[in-house]
């Protein structure tokens, strides 16, 4: 069995600011790991996945996250934060074969950005 | 342009009544899937289908049912049997990574 636990439900900054959003995993097989956003009644919108290779894995809209294997942590960062990054952000896992595409959820962060 | 669409917007329900959700993609994926969405618990698994004709109970499937007759397409019927439908459901669709439709709100009267 999966599990995530986002460890901040909501998270305030101010604009230019750097953010880091924390995202902790426990899996007993090779997980695979996302980050996605949601802006206030849409869909989900991916930032970023970890699959293989380099820990440190580049996203969209300057988003990057660090796979931790030892600590089980896939932390999202951003340098400097605006406005319109105001919403919410969720971190998945899945497994591997079959279950690629089962995604197991955090609770959200919601992170809002004040001018 | 290539996406999943999902209709209605809103959704509105009465006691009693059965509701369905629809999910359309022509991504041409074969794995599709439905998420029930709560302020604070993240998105739950309720129904995934990853071939035409087949599906499988998530985590949360008491009260719902799924078919999935053509490809490209994978209604959610909500139950009167579900006592607590309102909620955001997403539907989704994976190949290499999943693709998220905008969304239906179901709302009880």
């Known amino acids: 069995a999966q599990s995530v636990t986002q460890l901040d439900s909501q998270v305030p900054v101010f604009e230019e600011a750097p953010v880091e959003l924390r995202c902790n995993y426990s899996?007993?097989?090779?997980?695979?790991l996302f980050w996605y956003v949601q802006y206030p009644n849409q869909g989900l919108q991916l930032l970023l996945k970890?699959?293989?290779?380099?820990?440190l894995v580049k996203g969209i809209n300057g988003f990057e996250a660090e796979f931790n294997k030892s600590q089980t942590s896939f932390h999202l960062r951003k340098p400097s934060v605006h406005i319109s990054d105001t919403a919410e952000y969720f971190c998945?896992?899945?497994?591997?074969?079959?279950?690629?595409?089962?995604?197991?959820f955090g609770q959200g962060t919601i992170l809002t950005v004040h001018p | 342009d290539g996406g999943i669409t999902q209709s209605p917007k809103y959704l509105f329900r009465k006691e009693g009544q059965n509701v369905t959700l629809s999910c359309e993609q022509n991504l041409n994926h074969d794995a599709m899937y439905w998420y029930r969405q709560d302020p604070g618990q993240g998105l739950r698994l309720i129904y995934y289908s990853q071939i035409v004709n087949d599906f499988q109970k998530g985590d949360i499937a008491e009260g719902y049912s799924v078919s999935r007759e053509k490809k490209e397409s994978f209604p959610l019927t909500v139950t009167s049997a579900q006592k607590n439908p309102t909620a955001f459901y997403l539907c989704?669709?994976?190949?290499?990574?999943?693709?998220f439709g905008p969304g239906t709100r179901l709302l009880v009267l």
């Open positions: 970890y699959l293989s290779g380099s820990t």
């Open positions: 899996s007993s097989v090779s997980v695979y």
């Open positions: 989704a669709s994976v190949r290499e990574t999943q693709y």
């Open positions: 998945a896992v899945s497994g591997g074969g079959t279950s690629y595409g089962k995604l197991t």
